[in-house]
């Protein structure tokens, strides 16, 4: 009995998020055009509805079609890393994900 509430306590432990599974393929991505992968250290990843709204205003088919609905998202990934001078500095860049229940990673934006 024991063994069997701590299997379903570790299988639960080990579930991850769509959001979870988002940040982490962003940031395999992310480490591949680092200066020193090594250094990197997360700070945050939020939704950015400001992005969005910028994105959408300035689409031209949100312009013509009425009741355009867009089927991509943006988050800002915060982290720190070191630069070729090896100093360690703050940075962000936007993750683009389908806007659908499963967050499928699509490209990193500056």
Same mark, same amino acid.
């Given at each position: ?18 959001? =979870? ?14 200066? =020193? ?29 009425? %009741? ?10 915060? !982290?720190? %890393?070191?630069?070729?001078? %090896? ?6 860049? !936007? ?16």
């Amino acid at each position: 009995m024991i063994l069997i509430l701590v299997m379903v306590f570790i299988s639960s432990c080990n579930k991850s998020t769509p959001k =979870d599974v988002l940040i982490e393929k962003a940031e395999t991505e992310l480490k591949k055009s680092m200066h =020193d992968p090594s250094s990197y250290e997360f700070v945050s990843f939020e939704e950015d509805y400001e992005k969005e709204l910028d994105v959408q205003m300035t689409s031209d088919l949100s312009k013509i079609q009425e %009741g355009y609905k867009r089927d991509f998202s943006y988050y800002k990934l915060t !982290y720190r %890393g070191k630069n070729m001078m %090896g100093a360690l500095i703050l940075n962000e860049t !936007y993750v683009v994900c389908s806007n659908d229940k499963d967050l499928l990673f699509l490209r990193l934006e500056n």
